[in-house]
């Protein structure tokens, strides 16, 4: 199988407050099994929200360890105390001419590229700092101090991002979902309206 065979990883990264996990949501309701996209639970060492966008797999931090240990993540990292994973059957997917979609580290990206090469696009999600903050400070989890502790990593990491996929999650989210769909089945985008 040929690169041009395999499957690619789309994988999503972004500041908090861009609507990862809403875009996600929205996009896997869109998927059709024609479509051959696969989605990457993560696994993550915090306990499942009932009602949460995000549905991933909680563990302890000492099972995360051991999975580490064990060579058991394509991609693992960690941010804001809590470890994060995405497993290795994400590769045997690609292999098969999947395309897979993952919610990913911009922290973890050298990592990525160093595993996946050619196969994967990063696509970032990202909207103006006003609206991360406005956001931030809607979901009520975390203190000013921190929210502003936020926008500044977020600004760093995204400087160094090096080549990507960006799409802006400023106006409905219905037309971030829509230029992701467009992206991973390789369609164009559809017109925003009131725009040429």
Not at 67 to 86: K, T, V
Not at 123 to 145: D, N, Y
């Amino acid at each position: 199988m040929t690169i041009a065979d395999a499957g690619r990883l789309f994988l999503l990264v972004g500041p908090s407050g861009a609507g990862k996990d809403s875009v996600l949501s929205g996009l896997t309701a869109r998927l059709r099994p024609e479509d051959n996209v696969a989605l990457a639970r993560r696994l993550i060492t915090r306990p499942v929200i009932p009602g949460a966008p995000e549905q991933h797999v909680a563990v302890t931090p000492e099972v995360f360890a051991r999975l580490r240990a064990a060579g058991a993540f394509a991609l693992d990292w960690d941010s804001h105390g809590l470890s994060y994973g995405i497993g290795t059957e994400v590769e045997a997917w690609l292999d098969c001419g999947l395309s897979v979609i993952a919610n990913g580290s911009r922290g973890a990206l050298d990592q990525a590229r160093t595993r996946f090469g050619a196969r994967l696009t990063v696509v970032h999600l990202t909207a103006a700092p006003a609206i991360l903050a406005a956001r931030l400070a809607g979901r009520g989890r975390e203190t000013r101090a921190e929210i502003e502790a936020r926008l500044e990593r977020a600004a760093t990491l995204d400087a160094g991002l090096g080549p990507r996929v960006t799409i802006r999650n400023e106006g409905p989210l219905e037309e971030a979902i829509a230029a992701f769909h467009a992206l991973v089945l390789d369609r164009p985008a559809p017109p925003r309206p009131g725009i040429a």
